[in-house]
């Protein structure tokens, strides 16, 4: 992100990703070769895996000054109840239809929709939280 001067671009590239990765755990077959679906998923899963560090340093950023312990703190737990929530819903969504197609195809439509908002929401420093704004 650093390299790239826009970590908010970086953040909804890789929610781009991640929504195509899943969508393409749609098409995923037995009759596909074990090779090919090993690296879609450690292609899944190293993209997955690579944005909260680039999540951190933008709250980090944006935070009004002298408030980025509460504002890191504040996203990151709610971001984290996605990961305890996130299964149960892939798991709903998979009991109530029977479908993994279902339940990554709603995956990537939660995940692009995710970065679409994150490329429309104007970013500034200062911008999350009260107080303390210049």
Same mark, same amino acid.
């Given at each position: 992100?650093?390299? %790239?001067?826009?970590?908010?671009?970086?953040?909804?590239? &890789?929610?781009?990703?991640?929504? &195509?990765?899943?969508?393409?755990?749609? *098409?995923?077959?037995?009759?596909?070769?074990?090779?090919?679906? %090993?690296?879609?998923?450690? &292609? *899944? /899963?190293?993209?997955?895996?690579?944005?909260? /560090?680039? *999540?951190?340093?933008?709250? !980090?950023?944006?935070?009004?000054?002298?408030?980025?312990?509460?504002?890191?703190? !504040?996203?990151?737990?709610?971001?984290?109840?996605?990961?305890?929530?996130?299964? *149960?819903?892939?798991?709903?969504?998979?009991? !109530?239809?029977?479908?993994?197609?279902?339940?990554?195809?709603? !995956?990537?439509?939660?995940?692009?929709?995710?970065?679409?908002?994150?490329?429309?929401?104007?970013?500034?420093?200062?911008?999350?939280?009260?107080?303390?704004?210049?």
């Amino acid at each position: 992100a650093d390299m %790239l001067g826009n970590g908010r671009g970086l953040l909804a590239l &890789l929610g781009i990703m991640m929504a &195509l990765c899943s969508a393409s755990m749609i *098409f995923v077959t037995s009759d596909w070769p074990y090779g090919l679906v %090993l690296v879609l998923c450690v &292609l *899944f /899963g190293a993209i997955a895996m690579g944005w909260n /560090g680039v *999540f951190v340093g933008e709250i !980090a950023r944006i935070a009004p000054e002298g408030k980025v312990a509460v504002a890191t703190g !504040a996203t990151l737990a709610v971001t984290y109840m996605g990961v305890m929530i996130g299964p *149960f819903f892939f798991w709903l969504i998979l009991e !109530a239809t029977g479908s993994y197609a279902a339940a990554y195809g709603s !995956a990537a439509v939660v995940t692009l929709g995710a970065s679409m908002f994150i490329v429309k929401k104007p970013s500034s420093p200062g911008a999350v939280g009260t107080g303390n704004q210049k």
